[in-house]
């Protein structure tokens, strides 16, 4: 992945709050695992127990420069004045369709898992078959959710010739928004 954070705002239909030049090569969604600190961008995911913005000012002190909120910090020309931010309503939303806009540069095969029980046994096991004629790009773990699809498909790179992903949903109508990521 290698973007800028004016591009991903385009993407993503967002607001940019920034000089949209900042070089984006990885995504951060948790704040405790900070790495790639020059060229990450940090989605401040809201929860119902968790808002990701309440991590932007340690985060910035630490060296971090591009972030997607749902709103801008107060004070941010004195507080962030080297941070790109881009403004979503959304901040998750926006995760997804930039993951989506990135599955669409790849044009090899995927395999979609999608089952109430045994979807990461099942793409393990494609991919014991699978492995020694294709270079797989596969779900870490059980990365099944509208967080962790996306994470998944980031992986995808011009090295592989085949994709295996799982999908779950916990809610009606997640599938349709998986869908559109993993395509």
């Known amino acids: 992945m290698n973007y800028t954070t004016?591009?991903?705002a385009e993407i993503t239909g967002a607001v940019l709050h920034g000089t949209g030049k900042r070089s984006v090569a990885h995504l951060?969604?948790?704040?405790?695992?900070?790495?790639?600190?020059?060229d990450a961008l940090f989605f401040a995911l809201r929860g119902d127990r968790h808002n990701g913005a309440l991590f932007?000012?340690?985060?910035?002190?630490?060296?971090?420069?591009?972030?997607?909120?749902?709103?801008?910090?107060e004070k941010v020309a004195t507080d962030f004045p080297e941070a790109d931010f881009i403004i979503a309503a959304d901040t998750l939303?926006?995760?997804?369709?930039?993951?989506?806009?990135?599955?669409?540069?790849?044009?090899?095969?995927?395999?979609?898992?999608?089952?109430s029980n045994g979807k990461?046994?099942?793409?393990?096991?494609?991919?014991?078959?699978?492995?020694h004629n294709y270079s797989i790009c596969r779900s870490p773990k059980s990365f099944n959710s509208q967080l962790g699809v996306p994470l998944s498909v980031l992986n995808l790179n011009s090295s592989h010739?085949?994709?295996?992903?799982?999908?779950?949903?916990?809610?009606?109508?997640e599938m349709d928004e998986l869908a559109k990521i993993i395509e």
Do not use: N
């Open 120 to 131: 990461t046994i099942v793409k393990e096991w494609l991919y014991q078959l699978l492995k």
């Open 28 to 38: 951060l969604i948790d704040s405790r695992k900070l790495s790639h600190i020059d």
């Open 56 to 73: 932007i000012s340690d985060l910035y002190a630490r060296g971090m420069r591009a972030f997607v909120v749902h709103a801008l910090p």
């Open 6 to 8: 004016g591009t991903i």
């Open 161 to 173: 010739t085949l994709a295996i992903f799982e999908a779950g949903i916990s809610q009606a109508g």
């Open 93 to 115: 939303k926006a995760l997804q369709q930039l993951c989506a806009h990135h599955r669409s540069q790849f044009h090899y095969p995927v395999i979609g898992i999608t089952v």
